[in-house]
């Protein structure tokens, strides 16, 4: 199996950037889909954005769209989570999974880290 470790969270003002990281340990991560997903206080856990096992396709939420870029190093064993034009709304814990393929769907990844905490102050 494969584990995760989230990094790169922290505190930021709105209209900022952040660039998550994803890293992994155990089995190589070129194996897996790996998505990010989010989670704010008192709501689901949401998707953000996925990507292939290559690195060359990738899915993002119709919220992030135009404001992040996931992008992986298999070599590193790690993927990222590049995020512009921060806004308050994009407050919460932000996790990364992996699994089988790339898929909005939480219920399709099988392996998730411990998450990194995000927060966009006004």
């Known amino acids: 199996q494969v584990q995760l470790v989230e990094s790169g969270g922290g505190l930021v003002q709105a209209g900022g950037s952040l660039r998550l990281s994803c890293a992994a340990s155990?089995?190589?991560?070129?194996?897996?889909?790996v998505g990010w997903f989010r989670q704010a206080p008192g709501k689901e856990r949401e998707f953000v954005a996925s990507?292939?096992?290559?690195?060359?396709?990738?899915l993002y939420a119709d919220s992030v769209k135009s404001r992040c870029t996931i992008s992986r190093d298999n070599a590193k064993n790690t993927v990222y989570l590049q995020m512009s034009s921060l806004n308050p709304e994009d407050t919460a814990v932000y996790y990364c999974?992996?699994?089988?393929?790339?898929?909005?769907?939480?219920?399709?990844?099988?392996?998730w880290g411990q998450g990194t905490q995000v927060t966009v102050s006004s």
């Open positions: 155990g089995r190589t991560l070129s194996r897996y889909a």
């Open positions: 999974a992996a699994g089988s393929f790339t898929n909005s769907n939480r219920n399709a990844y099988d392996y």
């Open positions: 990507i292939t096992r290559s690195g060359g396709n990738s």
